[in-house]
């Protein structure tokens, strides 16, 4: 049973505009949720998280924004630039992390066209 | 850089032999994890240590699977009787415990491949 899902395997959008990416996720007791972007034959690198307290974290380009009734996020990225190009994963975690560790999707390829 | 390093980046073995993999955290970072992430999936959370102490390990994929953290400084993965389907990325992440919330920084990876 997957707890956090991205449904969409790749995304493509010109470069310039937006991208939003989406996550859903079916454990009402994650509280806490990161975004990492991964290159080919790298670690995944952390872009941007948002507590359960809050509905929306901004860092420069990345938004992201949490709907918790839902149980749905996304990150937006405003304006998407070629090196954005990458494998991106949304994951969460119960009490902050620990023992329970991450729990990722199965992420999504986002495409920069020029 | 004071990142997660790896070592070593990849590893050929074959069937039935061990390998170990090394992990070395950002420094003052207090958390260790390790991770499994195979084709087309996201990483698969394995064990944890907080500084020296296994405080989770029931993930771990088999009881061919071992973790250590000796000092609470670097940690080692060890895989026994190697077989195919351990063919895979293992990555480690460290972090720091800061209030509720903790943020995970992963190392490069290792990539084995088992023959």
């Known amino acids: 049973d997957q707890q956090v899902k991205q449904n969409s395997p790749s995304l493509s959008v010109q470069e310039g505009r937006i991208s939003i990416l989406n996550c859903d996720y079916t454990n009402s007791m994650f509280d806490y949720f990161l975004w990492y972007k991964k290159y080919p034959a790298e670690g995944p690198t952390f872009l941007i998280s948002?507590?359960?307290?809050?509905d929306k974290n901004e860092d420069g380009r990345f938004t992201v924004f949490l709907n918790k009734s839902a149980k749905h996020l996304s990150l937006h990225i405003v304006p998407s630039q070629p090196g954005d190009s990458a494998v991106y994963f949304c994951a969460a975690s119960e009490r902050g992390g620990g023992a329970d560790g991450l729990t990722f999707g199965k992420g999504t390829h986002l495409i920069i066209q020029p | 850089d004071t990142g997660v390093s790896q070592d070593p980046r990849h590893k050929i073995t074959k069937r039935g032999q061990n390998v170990t993999f090394r992990c070395d955290p950002i420094s003052e970072h207090n958390r260790l994890y390790w991770y499994r992430q195979t084709l087309g999936q996201g990483p698969e959370f394995l064990t944890y240590f907080q500084n020296e102490a296994q405080l989770e390990k029931s993930r771990l994929l088999s009881d061919r699977f071992s973790a250590e953290r000796p000092k609470g400084s670097f940690s080692t993965l060890e895989i026994q009787r190697t077989e195919q389907g351990d063919s895979a990325m293992y990555l480690c992440a460290s972090s720091l415990r800061s209030g509720i919330q903790e943020t995970q920084y992963f190392g490069p990876g290792t990539r084995l491949l088992v023959l």
């Open positions: 948002i507590s359960s307290i809050k």
